[in-house]
């Protein structure tokens, strides 16, 4: 590893190290906040010496065993870092580049946003170091810069209220902040061998969600869109109303419910963030809100899958998005929520009853489906109704959003069996497919599966060099276009029970 030294035309010099022929910058910090409510203000330019950006910067405020968490879901270890957090710094972001790159290389730019439920997640958790990433790009001829953030978390990200609002503290502020990193990199990018004009942005999961958002936006803010199991529909935006009771909710968990609106505010700027956290039960929600300004509106699928809808609108000005889905995503409910299993076949049969109270036969038919009865025992009726809920709130989505864009949509599905011992072990989870794709486990795959991951990645730096990785479904016509590309081994396409 070697020390190098780039010179920025806003930000002065800013030293990076230097690694199997690609050059990291870490910790650039993005944005600064006044303190952990208040908006990101964007770093336009900075004075001083040199800037030193070899070592990852603090992470947002989350549960400390987060990056844990989302490895069991892997069903597999990484080296594990030692990371800080901040409630005030930890607006940064890491920045890979070919090493030996300049402002003339203008090459294409790859923002990646974690995932986690806007719960947990930091760009510096060891799965997702983008070495490997970008020398596969180099060794490909398509070379990438890529670009990782972090954004507020939880109660410190997305509570939001009447008072907080009237006090001058928006609501949003995990995706104002993501707003303001694509600002960074429009502006800064070219000084480490990015072209601004060229910028795909990625997420998955809740990151995806959280894309789907930005693409609410009037202003176009990238190039092309990649949404890796998730969307808007998988992490609702809620109405003022809901955070409202959530809110209340949050105050009554810290004993605040009494207390007036300014030592309600004190508080959430004051108190510890991890004492915080701990005092918040599950119940309290994280999730956008309807503000009007960063979510617009609610949306429905119907509106997302007519070509004659400007909903989002980002259908006027991304022309190109990549979106897919994993064979058995939903897993990740079951495992962080696996009290569901519980009795669920006579409350699942219950549910879908109620949601059509006037449609009984409906009602049957996809219980039938499904081949769910209120008897059926857990065991048999958990997985059955994963599946239902994979349908509805991962493929529907999929289906959804390729339906309804106005351009070229690439849809893939990941169905490659998880090769590690565990309880998903054979099946395609959650998050799997991003394991494979930053190749940060290619030393515990066989020659195969490390064929499939860098086949996977290189289909993506394809799709950020504008260049088509498959066939792709032209303004909607799932009908005559639709080719979902597998990543694994052929297997039966799964269609929505109707």
């Known amino acids: 590893m070697s020390n190098i030294v780039q010179t920025t035309t806003h930000l002065g010099e800013i030293r990076g190290k230097t690694t199997n022929g690609v050059s990291q910058f870490l910790g650039i910090k993005y944005a600064t906040l006044k303190n ?43 080296p594990k870092k030692e990371l800080t957090q901040s409630d005030v710094d930890c607006l940064n972001l890491n920045i890979a580049v070919p090493a030996g790159t300049s402002a003339h290389s203008k090459l294409p730019v790859f923002v990646f946003i974690h995932g986690g439920g806007l719960i947990i997640g930091a760009n510096s958790w060891p799965q997702f170091d983008y070495e490997r990433f970008v020398k596969l790009s180099i060794d490909n001829e398509l070379p990438i810069v890529a670009v990782s953030i972090n954004y507020r978390l939880g109660p410190f990200g997305f509570l939001t209220s009447d008072e907080l609002r009237n006090a001058g503290y928006k609501a949003n502020n995990g995706l104002r902040d993501q707003r303001v990193a694509l600002e960074w990199v429009r502006r800064h990018i070219v000084d480490f061998g990015g072209d601004p004009e060229n910028i795909t942005v990625a997420g998955m999961s809740a990151g995806a969600a959280s894309v789907t958002f930005h693409l609410d936006s009037e202003t176009p803010l990238f190039k092309r869109a990649i949404l890796m199991s998730g969307s808007r529909f998988f992490v609702q935006a809620l109405p003022y109303d809901a955070h409202e009771g959530n809110y209340q909710h949050a105050m009554s968990a810290l004993g605040l419910q009494n207390a007036t609106s300014d030592e309600r505010i004190k508080a959430l700027l004051e108190i510890p963030g991890q004492d915080l956290l701990a005092k918040l039960p ?56 696996p009290h569901l299993k519980n009795a669920c076949a006579g409350r699942f049969a219950k549910a879908v009853h109620s949601v059509f109270p006037t449609k009984q036969e409906l009602a049957t038919q996809i219980l039938a489906g499904y081949g769910l009865t209120a008897e059926t025992t857990d065991d048999e009726a958990f997985p059955a109704v994963l599946n239902y809920l994979n349908d509805i709130f991962i493929l529907a989505p999929t289906l959804t959003y390729t339906r309804g864009w106005k351009g070229h949509t690439n849809v893939y599905y990941f169905n490659e069996g998880n090769p590690w011992d565990g309880p998903w072990k054979s099946k395609a989870g959650h998050i799997l497919d991003v394991a494979y794709l930053f190749q940060n486990f290619r030393d515990f795959l066989t020659p195969p599966q490390q064929k499939i991951a860098a086949v996977f990645a290189v289909d993506f730096f394809k799709f950020c060099h504008g260049i088509r990785p498959w066939p792709a479904v032209i303004d909607g016509d799932i009908e005559k276009d639709l080719r979902r590309e597998s990543t694994g081994p052929p297997l039966r396409e799964r269609q929505l029970h109707k």
């Open 282 to 337: 599950s119940s309290v929600l994280t999730a956008p809100a309807v503000d009007g300004d960063m979510v617009p509106s609610a949306v429905t699928y119907a509106q997302v899958a007519d070509q004659a809808s400007d909903i989002p609108k980002g259908k006027q000005w991304c022309r190109d998005i990549l979106i897919g889905d994993a064979q058995y995503d939903i897993n990740i409910l079951a495992i962080l929520l």
């Open 36 to 78: 952990r409510l208040a908006d990101a203000e964007l770093v336009e330019s900075r004075d001083g010496g040199v800037l030193d950006a070899t070592k990852d910067g603090p992470t947002a405020i989350s549960p400390l065993a987060g990056c844990d968490l989302e490895l069991s879901a892997i069903q597999h270890t990484l």
